[in-house]
């Protein structure tokens, strides 16, 4: 059974930190891509920024230069280092992985933490 458990969420003022991070469980095959979306009330899910396990990294327009992604494959962990926080960041993150198991892809997502930005 994989499992994505993250952790890091809260209530900060706008312009400062927090560091989210995402641990997986019970991989039986190789992880290919790992990242953090967010969705706001109202809006859609949205990608905030992945990394694949080679190194490639993606993020959102808003978020580069604030937001920085890292990854420990050996420790199937991904984290998310969020800085220069701005009330239109407040969401619920979740921590996704792209799993291939005997040639099929599979995406399998964190339950979500709560991120809320306000003075």
């Known amino acids: 059974q994989v499992q994505l458990v993250e952790s890091g969420g809260g209530l900060v003022q706008p312009g400062g930190s927090l560091r989210l991070s995402c641990t997986a469980s019970?991989?039986?095959?190789?992880?290919?891509?790992m990242g953090w979306y967010r969705q706001a009330p109202g809006k859609e899910r949205e990608l905030v920024a992945d990394i694949s396990n080679g190194g490639i990294i993606n993020y959102v327009d808003s978020v580069k230069g604030r937001f920085t992604i890292s990854r420990d494959n050996a420790e199937n962990t991904v984290s998310l280092q969020m800085n220069s926080l701005k009330p239109e960041d407040t969401a619920v993150y979740y921590c996704?992985?792209?799993?291939?198991?005997?040639?099929?892809?599979?995406?399998?997502w964190g339950q979500g933490t709560q991120v809320t930005v306000s003075s």
């Open positions: 019970g991989i039986i095959g190789s992880i290919r891509a």
């Open positions: 996704y992985a792209q799993v291939r198991i005997k040639g099929i892809v599979y995406n399998y």
